[in-house]
């Protein structure tokens, strides 16, 4: 690795995305087995986030889901448009902003339960294990717990695992929420997943979370709407983005997609 490479790294998703950037073709170490055999890539107990739901755990996870819908339509006067641009059959992937904690459950309160049953979501680990109740939450709800500041190898594998198995994915891009509540540079990895399993995308834009959950706390009520935007192929997304790798330019050409469905 260069030496201005090297300049260029401060944290460990910039060594993950110069290492890529650096791997030659037919290599590239933790990264490719993260995306090509992700599942060698996770402990024992991370694999049985990927399993599937008992009979019993799934109708608590569907009950959980719809008393969520139930309260976001109702508390927030929940708006949802283009739903019916979501595929109808085969896999995808939803890159949602990120603004709020509220994030999550609003999504989720905007789709269907045919939808959710196949759907698995990325999650910041510090919240989906932070206590028992939150953890058997993550685990009704389908939830891969990631924490990409400290594992990213294993938060690629546990979204490349997803994938592989033809599952729906749900994938926060910024991978925080945004402080003040507009849209921030996407991270490199949806565009690493998208990259080697180009599955169709879909942008989402969520509008007045923000507002009414600027921190941790509920500041007011408020409408929320939640726009679906249509499924976009990543080969695509790659000739338009910009950037010297193909995920950055898959990146690239996502992040306006959906600051698009923002400005409208």
């Known amino acids: 690795m260069t030496e201005e490479a090297i300049g260029r790294i401060e944290t460990i998703r910039d060594l993950l995305a110069e290492v890529s950037a650096q791997a030659e073709p037919g290599q590239g170490g933790l990264q490719s087995l993260s995306l090509e055999r992700p599942e060698e890539g996770l402990t ?3 694999k049985q986030w990927l399993e599937p739901l008992g009979p019993v755990r799934a109708a608590l996870g569907r009950g959980m889901f719809a008393t969520n819908r139930w309260l976001l339509r109702r508390l927030f006067r929940l708006q949802v448009t283009g739903l019916e ?4 059959h085969g896999q995808y992937l939803i890159a949602p902003n990120h603004v709020s904690y509220m994030d999550s459950a609003i999504v989720a309160a905007a789709l269907d339960r045919q939808r959710l049953s196949r759907t698995y979501w990325a999650a910041y680990s510090g919240i989906a294990l932070g206590n028992p109740l939150f953890r058997l939450g993550s685990r009704l709800a389908h939830v ?3 924490d990409s500041a400290r594992a990213l190898f294993s938060s690629l594998a546990f979204g490349a695992a997803v994938l592989k198995r033809g599952n729906n994915l749900i994938w926060f891009p910024e991978g925080r929420r945004s402080p003040m509540g507009q849209l921030t540079q996407f991270k490199p990895g949806i565009g690493m997943l998208l990259n080697r399993y180009p599955v169709p995308v879909v942008p989402v834009h969520i509008q007045g979370a923000y507002e009414v959950m600027p921190g941790k ?4 009520l408020g409408q929320i709407t939640v726009t679906f935007g249509e499924p976009l192929d990543p080969r695509q997304l790659e000739q338009e983005g910009e950037g010297e790798q193909p995920h950055e330019r898959i990146v690239s050409g996502l992040r306006s997609h959906v600051a698009r469905l923002g400005r409208k």
């Open 44 to 46: 024992s107990v991370q």
């Open 85 to 88: 641009r979501l595929p109808e």
């Open 144 to 146: 891969v717990p990631i």
């Open 217 to 220: 706390f509920i500041k007011r």
